[in-house]
């Protein structure tokens, strides 16, 4: 028994725990038939054609529904407009300030039509890409569905990007439109993204215009020749846009994440299997049906916005709330009270979140009915026994059971997760449980051999899932090298995983240079890079420490160039800088300053050395090292620190 197993032994999980149900039917289905499964399944979308193939596997690239037509849009909007749902609440959105919206799926399917109308007007084709730089308002959904209308691939920055970062993303998917938003509430502030569009815009000879959408009444100014106010663009009456019919390969967005690369790389999705992915896994890992009121906390920035904020939701015709601001604004019990005022039946956060409302205690909750909740789930980052039990005792009150699922970006949608919708298995905190019917995973050591339950190697997909990305835009080498070559004719996700005697899988937390703050992706390389980018830097390592609500804090050794002494100015002025490029999920937790940094006699940098230093651990061998002086120059550094 591991030690997080033992734990289990108190849990009263046999309450929910239902043996007659079809869990075992569907894996095995979906695994010795996957044709005819999914074939099965995709009946349930509206498609103008049907397909010629189910899957076209040629690894390590799978298409899906070969031949078959069809348009996000429709499955969205256009198909609901037939049924009671064209009535009911698509979104509630509830503003930071305390202002609020309802939107019916009949007004957003007005909406959409308006939008893509005008990005027509501005010269939007078939192909063309868009780039959305949007806080948490309906406009946000509105424009991606509008894209999605016209074929034009789009690409989410998340709104607390840089404008440097936007830049990046902006340039290497080769926008023509940059959407945007006069400015963002945070925690009272505003802060002024269209500023960012406009630096963007003018790094990027792409962009030909920018669109802004009113939401805060502050100054902005308006470049004649590129920027125009949504609100003057939109037609103002009716109107009907033809969706396009897209191949269900087409690209559909473009979603950039971090890997071990300096650059974030765009994972790139479709429209058919990814469409009918995210719309399955939702059903079958939050039961969810015509009463439902979902609440995903996620920001649209990331795939979980992305695919279970805006996509599976509407495919799904379900009533969600949708909410702008911070989760301890203007009080820590916002999102309690949000919950309650709602009637939210389905609740799905970050471990992050709920470690940040675990550290002010109950009283928060307390003062809201949360009877409504019949499901809760958890996402971004492995949630720890203690976060998952305060999470079942406190908000769902020992009555309803956590999805804790575990995907990533590339796999569009939920790939290891409890299927109440379909069973409901026991449940062990801090285990994502089991695999959704289709996803075929295994646990292998370093020469992809297969290991017995309960020890911990790498998890591999052993065969394509309908949500599996396309491929990373512009980059096919990446994309064989990153996920394809190391165990060939497996999809590896670079996470740790154990299979505990139950056959239950345990995700233990990344086993590459990926750092996940907050549940944020980011990279080693990619914090180097950009730290090094500051005129002062020689060399840079950065590394992690555990943070007991992050999960994960950012750690940086900095070596700089002769002519600048360590200070705390520096030190903050770094700080800034990494804001300044990447965006503030950049932030370190601490910064260092050496004379070197340790290195093997290659010049490799030890990262083992510098993250076993901070995060006061045995160093351990270091007989390859070129100067042993730098670890103990490190460890000083660290030691006066803390
Ligand atoms: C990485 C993917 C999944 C959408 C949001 C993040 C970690 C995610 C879990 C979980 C343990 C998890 C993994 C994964 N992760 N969910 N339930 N338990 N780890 O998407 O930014 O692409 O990050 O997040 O390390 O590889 P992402």
Redesign the pocket.
């Known amino acids: 028994m591991t030690q997080a197993d033992s734990r289990v032994a108190h849990l009263p999980t046999t309450s929910y725990y239902c043996p007659s149900g079809k869990y075992d039917e569907l894996w095995r289905r979906a695994d010795e038939d996957p044709e005819g499964f999914w074939a099965e399944q995709a009946l349930e979308l509206d498609w103008f054609k049907r397909w010629d193939k189910v899957l076209d596997w040629k690894a390590p690239y799978a298409r899906w529904f070969v031949g078959g037509k069809l348009n996000l849009s429709v499955q969205c909007l256009d198909r609901h407009m037939k049924t009671d749902v064209r009535n009911k609440v698509a979104f509630y959105w509830e503003g930071e300030l305390g202002d609020s919206q309802v939107l019916t799926y009949g007004e957003m399917y007005r909406q959409v039509n308006n939008t893509a109308g005008a990005l027509k007007r501005l010269g939007v084709k078939r192909g063309d890409r868009v780039a959305i730089y949007l806080p948490m308002i309906p406009a946000l959904p509105v424009v991606m569905l509008a894209c999605a209308r016209i074929g034009a691939p789009f690409t989410v920055v998340f709104s607390a990007f840089s404008g440097q970062a936007l830049a990046d993303r902006v340039e290497d998917t080769g926008a023509k439109v940059i959407v945007t938003a006069s400015g963002m509430h945070r925690r009272g502030k505003i802060l002024p993204l269209k500023e960012n569009a406009v630096e963007a815009a003018a790094r990027c000879a792409c962009v030909e215009k920018i669109v802004v959408v009113k939401h805060t009444h502050h100054q902005v100014e308006m470049d004649p020749n590129r920027d125009v106010w949504l609100s003057d663009i939109l037609s103002g009456c009716d109107e009907y846009v033809a969706p396009e019919d897209m191949d269900s390969n087409d690209p559909l967005f473009i979603l950039y994440?971090s890997g071990s690369t300096g650059k974030p790389k765009g994972i790139l999705h479709g429209t058919g299997g990814y469409s009918l992915w995210i719309a399955k896994t939702m059903q079958w890992a939050f039961d969810t049906d015509a009463q439902t009121v979902w609440w995903c906390t996620a920001d649209v920035g990331?795939?979980?916005g992305h695919s279970y904020v805006v996509f599976a939701p509407m495919i799904l015709g379900l009533t969600s709330v949708m909410y702008e601001g911070a989760p301890d604004y203007p009080a820590l019990d916002r999102w309690w009270a949000i919950i309650a005022k709602y009637g939210v039946t389905a609740f799905y956060t970050s471990p992050t979140a709920i470690r940040m409302f675990m550290r002010h205690g109950e009283e928060w909750l307390s003062r809201h009915d949360l009877s409504c909740l019949k499901i809760l789930g958890?996402?971004?980052?492995?949630?720890n026994p203690e976060a998952w039990l305060w999470y079942y005792r406190n908000v769902g009150k020992e009555r309803i059971g956590i999805s804790?699922?575990?995907?990533?970006?590339e796999t569009g949608g939920f790939m290891i997760s409890p299927t109440p919708g379909i069973q409901m298995h026991a449940l062990k905190p801090g285990s994502?449980t089991k695999p959704m019917p289709g996803v075929v995973p295994a646990v292998v050591d370093a020469d992809g051999k297969e290991l017995p339950n309960g020890e911990t190697g790498f998890i591999v997909i052993k065969k394509p899932w309908p949500g599996m990305l396309l491929d990373i835009y512009r980059n096919p080498d990446l994309y064989h090298k990153t996920y394809w070559s190391r165990f060939p004719g497996y999809y590896l996700?670079?996470?740790y995983c154990m299979k505990d005697q139950d056959n239950f899988l345990w995700?233990l937390?990344?086993a590459d240079e990926v750092i996940?703050v907050a549940?944020h992706?980011i990279s080693t390389a990619e914090l180097e890079s950009a730290i090094v980018g500051h005129s002062a830097v020689a060399e840079a390592a950065a590394t992690s420490r555990p943070d007991e609500i992050k999960g994960e804090a950012i750690i940086l050794f900095v070596t700089l160039r002769k002519g600048t002494p360590p200070s705390v100015e520096i030190k903050n002025e770094l700080t800034r800088h990494l804001r300044a490029t990447i965006g503030t999920l950049a932030t370190p937790e601490e910064i260092f300053f050496v004379n070197l940094l340790p290195k093997t006699r290659s010049g490799k940098i030890m990262r083992r050395l510098l993250k076993a230093v901070a995060t006061g651990a045995a160093v351990g061998d270091t007989t390859t090292l070129d100067d042993g002086a730098s670890v103990d120059e490190a460890k000083a550094a660290f030691a006066e620190l803390t």
């Open positions: 994440t990331w795939i979980t958890s996402v971004g980052e492995p949630i804790d699922t575990w995907w990533q970006t994502a996700p670079g996470d995700l937390g990344r996940k549940g992706r």
